[in-house]
């Protein structure tokens, strides 16, 4: 990994998280397809673009545009994203890599619900959530009270459980715009399934590359991670949830630390600064987290059950909903 990146860059997505533009890794790809499960795969996921009424652009990513949308034939409305394509390699990889999500059915995974080619576009119909992205909520809070964040860690902890210990995969990119809330007062992890199988994948695992700041310091090394990585991600989401800003972010900005440098700044333990405000179940869990050797992190099942996250069991998802509607009706006040 070079090293020249100034802090600015680091904080912005690198490249585009299908890696579209490696052809190499295209080929290779796509030559592994089972052609099969793929036609399948198609003949009971492919929508009928007459069939999705695109409404209002919701959200933009480094490689997709979103959409709130409705499918016409269920009455039905969802999120749609729209990601260009080049050529047919990238469609085939786009293609297989949405293969990965057709089984991943969990309460705190955002649904997948089928898939369109239309023009040079691909479009991804997922579930929906109206509230909108954690940032969002961060945007309008600032630091979230305890018990709100260890109802998100919780939430958030399920669905990575099921992804790590059920479907055996990395989600690789979890930051708070991939943990999406609706009205509800469910808290969704999306866009796993640009996430690749662990098993039998290695090799794969390590060429992704998504956005540093939430990435494990193995991971800004260039070299193997494993799921450990993902609750590296998970501890950095809960402490920004909790301090309402991006632990350290000023002192990262203030001296632009370049990539190498960020790296050997949380190695050292730096982000480990915590206000005297936070209870010592919050610190130890986001030092479970935030250990820079990813075999004494805890796993996803592990941290379900600490402390911190049990808390969250606790407290009754009408009362987090109220809570919710609560910071709604202030955003409307205003
Ligand atoms: N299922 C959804 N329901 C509601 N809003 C969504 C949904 N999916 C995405 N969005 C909105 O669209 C925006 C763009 O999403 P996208 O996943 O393309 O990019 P991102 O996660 O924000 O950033 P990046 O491309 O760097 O990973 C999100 O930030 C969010 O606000
Ligand atoms: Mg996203």
Redesign the pocket.
Known sequence: MGSNLTIKEVMQ?LKP?LNLNLKDKAEEKANTIDDKALKEFEEKYRIHPENIKKLDK???????S?FKSEIRSLKKII?L?EIYIQNNNDLKNLKNELLILQGCEHPNL?AFYGFNIHENRIQVA????DF??L??LLQLEGALPEPIVSVIGLQILKGLDYLHSDRKIIHR?LKP??V?LNTMGDVKI??FGISRQVIGTEGNANTYIG?KLYMSPERLKGGDYQKSADLWSVGLIVFECALGKFPCIDKIREFSLIEDEYREFVMKGNLLDFPKTFSEELKDFIKQCLKPEPAQRGTAKTLLEHPFIKKGENIPKEMFKKWLDCVIQKKLQK
């Not at 919701?58 to 997709?64: R, T």
């Open positions: 997505p998280v919701i959200g933009q990513g480094s490689q997709a979103v999120a994203k955002v997922i579930e929906y959530l909108g992205k940032n969002y990119d715009s991939n999406l999306s866009d956005t």
